[in-house]
């Protein structure tokens, strides 16, 4: 539940530097987005529609990586918003995993955040469907 789309706001994150990063974000317009990053590409994955204001929402993303190809899928409030093939790959960069925050310590989330999961597998678009009914 976001109380501003005035500014960038980090939902999650993990960014190290000019490493390997990710973070889920609303950016200036309260659509959400995934933001990838290795050390030579810095790349957006964003959502057709925004947020709104004050209201409670459910964003997801999952990231699918076969080994070959890696594929992002956004998710608001339980429904496919967005599917990109593709994408860059995350390494992992040693970071810290932040909510409602950025490593820079100035790119804050304005309002609340509330069950935040990560999985060790992309989840299918049932099970996400599933999470959105469970906190409705």
């Given at each position: 539940?976001t ?66 190809d ?36 100035v ?6 955040i ?23």
């Amino acid at each position: 539940k976001t109380t501003t789309g005035a500014v960038q706001q980090e939902i999650a994150n993990k960014s190290y530097s000019s490493a390997s990063a990710y973070n889920i974000q609303l950016d200036i317009t309260a659509a959400p987005r995934v933001r990838i990053r290795n050390s030579v590409t810095n790349l957006d994955y964003g959502a057709t529609s925004a947020i709104a204001l004050n209201t409670w929402a459910y964003v997801g993303f999952t990231l699918q990586d076969n080994g070959t190809d890696t594929t992002i899928r956004l998710f608001i409030n339980g429904a496919l918003n967005q599917t990109y093939n593709n994408a860059i790959r995350i390494g992992d960069n040693g970071g810290q995993f932040l909510i409602g925050a950025h490593q820079d310590g100035v790119r804050y989330f304005n309002g609340l955040i509330d069950d935040v999961r990560i999985y060790n597998r992309a989840l299918n678009a049932d099970e996400i469907r599933r999470l959105y009914n469970l906190g409705r």
